[in-house]
């Protein structure tokens, strides 16, 4: 339900894919704890219609490292910043003018005119540019320290405006979409001026000015309430179909088949969307109209539709494409998923990979009667033309650099040579690390990297005749076995954490797929016996007690949640005695009981918190 999830989605899985077989196997302790996250700075550029061009990430290193990325067609970007010093100014150009944003850390920050805005006030109303490029950094890291403040500064600043359009999310680092609606329609219908120390903003349809202010002091600026541009209004039957679907449609099909119909109301669309069922945290920004146009289309009574008790005929193989799969894959004709099989279908369904697990309704005739139609669509025979010249077998080595190399290294030094292409389609499969991206390999493409995973085999010195008789297969090689299919979660044989482990304990984790582990399955019970003989020789290693600290859990101070709104706060403001922004009270931060004093007015039956901050918020 959304293009820029489904861009991060791409780029993470690209970070982690053929990470280690197990993802982690259920250890918890010592060398078997899974690799760390990939660090990433994500986000959309806008300026109402989405940036689409080149985005510019420099770090507070000494000597500065600069990255550079290009916006996906949503505007939507990601920078891996593994090694890099925060904070990171970020920049894009649009036309002649230059945007600018602030990330304090990896995570979400958006680059719009609105964050721009930020950033001037954050810096004090000095020239964005020379920010940029004389990158001082006790000017950028003074800036970081007052982000905060100033996201507040313009948000108070330009409150009836931001109301006007149902604008709720943090306009730096709140999840949104160039899709025309809350935050991206207020863009839409407004322009920002930064320039020689002075903020223009003004109505883009009456061109008429709305506020102006010096960019390091907005709270000293005049708004001029009469000239706020009209937010968008979408209350009509087209108007709400459209929203059906361009956001629902995605998840729940086609509106004729959604089982949304009766039961969408505005309380249960808030929801879902406040606890980010789903995924669908992401429409934070639906203005309170459009929220209520979806309800009142799906609660309106069907008469002239199909309802999801009369589907097409499960024979009909194009009509089922049609009303599930076209609005992501194209028309029949031009479908991207020609020669899809009835195992791949159903895998992408109980995986729900790309948010297909609506579709799970479907019969296994229904599947069948899809996957036909598939592989029976051809394009018309052009006419004919000389035979052109034979593609090029795929470049298995190419694909793995692309694909696999960010998590397993270069080729040559693979974590995974010698791996099978068994192996590899079960983790496609699975999704095993978020593999589920390479199913959109061919399976020729798969082979390729497979084979340039292969190790070389010297060619054999022919054997006089007679040959002498084969000798007796060797006994599966336990300690091999576990390098290759198991040291990457659990660590180095000699320090396993899973030392002592039984063939029931193995096999019963392979066939319940924990942590991914089903694709160990290709094992015969010979090789299992001989990777659980090699862990009983080991000694089983003591659980170390856990050593809490600050920062090894959450940044300092916390970034996520409700600790964004109060990081300018210490921790024991709200925690108590023993709390500080470097220390943490052990007895209370470890007994899973989230400890809040009531000196701060909070009440843990209501879950309401009443200061003079903010007055009384329930959370």
Known sequence: MGSFRTFVYFVSAIMVSFSAGCSGG???????????????????????????????????????????????????????????????????????????????????TNITPLTTLVLAQAAGGVDLDDLYNRHVQADI???????????????????????????????MNGQFNANHTGMDALLDAINISVVGGGVTITNKGAGTVIFTGPSGNLAAGNLLVANLPAPPVSASTNSANA?????????????????????????AIQGAIGSNLGGMGMFKGMSQVDIQALSDLLSAPVTSQPTPSTPAPATDGTALYSANCAGCHGALGVSTKKGATVVRIQNAVSGNVGGMGFISRLTGAD?????????SVSTPAPTPTPAPT????????????????????????????????????NATSNNV?????????????????????????????????????????????????????????HGPLATSGKAGITLARLQNAITGNVGGMGYLSSLTTAGQQAIVTVLAAQTPLPTPAPAPACGSCHALPPSTGHHSKHSSRSCATCHGTGYSNTTINVATHNNGVKNIVTTIGWNATTRSCSNSCHGTQRW
């Not at 890291?141 to 999310?169: C, H, I, W, Y």
């Not at 599947?367 to 592989?375: D, H, M, P, R, S």
């Not at 085999?457 to 005749?465: D, L, M, N, R």
């Open 26 to 108: 259920g250890s918890s302790s010592g060398a078997g704890a899974a690799p760390a996250a990939a660090k990433m700075v994500t986000g959309v550029a806008a300026v109402g219609a989405p940036v689409v061009g080149t985005i510019y990430l420099s770090d507070s290193s000494v000597t500065t490292v600069q990255l550079t990325a290009t916006t996906a067609s949503d505007g939507s970007f990601a920078f891996r910043t593994d090694g890099l010093t925060p904070p990171f100014i970020i920049k894009t150009t649009t036309g002649a003018v230059n945007l600018y944003s602030l990330a304090n850390d990896n995570g979400i």
């Open 390 to 425: 034979p593609s090029p077998a795929p470049d298995g080595a190419a694909l793995y650099t692309t694909n696999c190399a960010g998590c397993h290294g270069a080729l040559g030094s693979s974590t995974k040579t010698g791996i099978t292409i068994a192996r590899l389609q």
């Open 367 to 375: 599947i069948q009667a899809i996957a036909t139609v598939l592989n």
């Open 433 to 489: 690390g978020n593999m589920g991206s390479l199913s959109r390999l061919t399976v020729t493409e798969v082979q390729a990297i497979v084979t340039a995973l292969t190790p070389a085999t010297p060619t054999p010195t022919p054997t006089p005749s007679p040959l002498p008789a084969p000798s007796p297969t060797p006994a599966p090689d336990g300690a091999a076995l576990y390098t290759i299919s198991c040291a990457g979660c």
């Open 141 to 171: 890291n003074a800036a970081a320290k007052r982000l905060d403040e100033a996201v507040n500064t313009v948000q108070a600043a330009l409150a009836p405006l931001m109301d006007s359009f149902g604008v709720t999310t943090n306009i």
């Open 243 to 267: 929203l059906y679907v361009s956001k629902c449609a995605g998840c729940h099909g086609v509106f004729a088949y959604t089982d949304l119909k009766g039961r969408a109301d505005v309380a």
